[in-house]
């Protein structure tokens, strides 16, 4: 039986199993009950050096269910799809919320923000297919030898990995939702070692789709691996200074995920977030707008409903850099006195604006002498108040053009001077980011160094 036709036949039968523990569920005296059920397939081969170090064929299924009653919530789990296995997971998570406190707030979506079955959108999200092993095998150590092969530096790999997945997911509940979909995913990374001077470097690449066919090729991967290995070779030290630093598309995307938990409406309903009450308020520069798009064909973070069966819609989160909303589950929703938009389980293809209609280069010579940052280590920014200090990795740039790389300093400030002080963005986009945005140029950060 074709891959997809499965797929189908197994959707149907979850389908067949939710509504019937729902169905259990009501019976049994709760309340409202939710329901999550989902199985998948996958293989993930990784090499060293040519070398197979590991390969692993999963599958795995599960199913959750979360029951509410008189203003209490139970919630158990089980991987074994029996109908008496359902019903005994509808029993155990019955009998947790008998002994737990009452929360009103502790509901089912209103019926009228439950996407109904007419408006769910296929968005191209399975392309199922199943590689064996030594096809993946094969890939890998043609994608090492490919590297390694490049320049005399490039010493050994430091792991090549290649995996797939795919599956289909069902969520339903006792207002007459019922519905799933199936995903794919495909992935093929590198890392290299390089070496100069006794000295050692690391870097990679990586390349990911829900397509098989729309993977980078092993030499393009392969390339990229070299190329920002060889790039980092040589670095020297920096002084401690305050100076403008460019970080990299996908550092300037990690601040957008910083910025996207700050809005969320758990830390915002608990008063723990940097950005606590800013609805409404500028909260990033007038350039920028972060517009919000569930509904991309074959995008990793597209999806027809959000994680309760809510609509999702096509919106700016950020609009000239006024906070126009929070992201909010059903739950968080009543917490703030509002409604939700759609957003348990998080976000959906953000794209950022920029303000430089041109690539990388020219975000150089807007800054002309600076440090631009290419990785970054330890832990993340506090959502709570914003500060963050981590340790980092980038290249010394004067007169507006990279001179070399530099090593073992930190930058340290706050997320909202960050944000402030942000003054201009590239267009270097990199399409393997859910979070959509170009190398950014911030004015102004402490760099603690030798």
């Given at each position: ?36 059920i ?15 170090e590991?390969i ?40 947790i ?9 502790a509901?089912?979506?209103?019926d ?12 191209d ?12 095998i094969?890939?890998l150590?043609?994608t ?40 794919s ?24 789709s ?22 980092k ?22 601040l ?42 074959g ?9 309760e ?25 009543r917490?703030l ?7 348990s389980?998080?976000?959906y ?5 920029n ?13 002309g002498k ?10 993340g ?20 053009e990279?001179?070399?790389p ?45």
């Amino acid at each position: 039986m074709e891959i997809r036709e499965r797929l189908r036949n197994e959707q149907k039968k979850l389908e067949e199993i939710v509504s019937r523990g729902l169905d259990y569920a009501r019976k049994s005296g709760v309340t409202e009950a939710y329901m999550n059920i989902g199985q998948s397939t996958g293989l993930s081969v990784s090499t060293l050096n040519g070398e197979v170090e590991n390969i692993e064929f999963n599958k795995s299924r599960g199913l959750s269910v979360t029951v509410y009653s008189d203003g209490r919530r139970g919630r158990s789990s089980t991987s074994d799809l029996s109908r008496e296995a359902v019903e005994s997971a509808v029993d155990a998570a019955y009998s947790i919320a008998r002994h737990t406190s009452r929360d009103p707030d502790a509901v089912l979506p209103d019926d009228d923000m439950l996407v109904p079955a007419s408006e769910i959108r296929d968005l191209d999200l399975c392309h199922p297919s199943e590689p064996d092993s030594e096809s993946a095998i094969e890939l890998l150590s043609k994608t090492e030898k490919l590297a390694l092969s490049m320049d005399p530096r490039l010493r050994r790999s430091h792991g090549a990995d290649y995996g797939y997945s795919y599956g289909v997911g069902v969520m339903g509940n006792t207002h007459g939702f019922c519905s799933g979909y199936p995903t794919s995913a495909y992935s093929l990374s590198l890392g290299l070692i390089g070496e100069k001077d006794g000295a050692v470097e690391t870097g990679g690449s990586y390349t990911c789709s829900r397509y098989p066919d729309r993977l980078m090729s092993a030499e393009e991967v392969a390339r990229e691996a070299a190329d920002r290995t060889l790039r980092k070779l040589g670095p020297r030290k920096v002084q401690t200074m305050r100076v403008p630093v460019i970080l990299e598309n996908h550092l300037a995307a990690g601040l957008f995920e910083v910025f996207a938990s700050a809005i969320g409406g758990r830390h915002q309903y608990q008063h723990i977030s940097f950005l606590d009450g800013k609805l409404g308020e500028k909260v990033l520069p007038d350039w920028v707008t972060i517009h919000e798009d569930p509904f991309i064909r074959g995008a990793f973070g597209s999806a027809p409903f959000d994680g309760e069966g809510v609509r999702v819609k096509v919106s700016d989160i950020v609009s000239c850099g006024k906070l126009n909303e929070y992201l909010l589950s059903t739950y968080t929703a009543r917490k703030l006195g509002m409604r939700t938009n759609g957003h348990s389980g998080g976000i959906y293809n953000w794209f950022v604006t920029n303000n430089t209609m041109d690539g990388l280069d020219s975000l150089l010579k807007t800054m002309g002498k600076g440090i631009f940052v290419t990785k970054l280590m330890g832990q993340g920014a506090s959502v709570i108040d914003g500060n963050f200090s981590r340790g980092a990795f980038g290249f010394w740039v004067e007169d507006g053009e990279i001179k070399y790389p530099v090593h073992e300093f930190t930058i340290a400030g706050n997320m909202k001077d960050v944000f402030k002080n942000m003054i201009a963005m590239a267009d270097d986009y990199d399409p393997r980011l859910d979070i959509q945005s170009g190398s950014v140029l911030i004015d102004d950060i402490a760099v603690a160094g030798s």
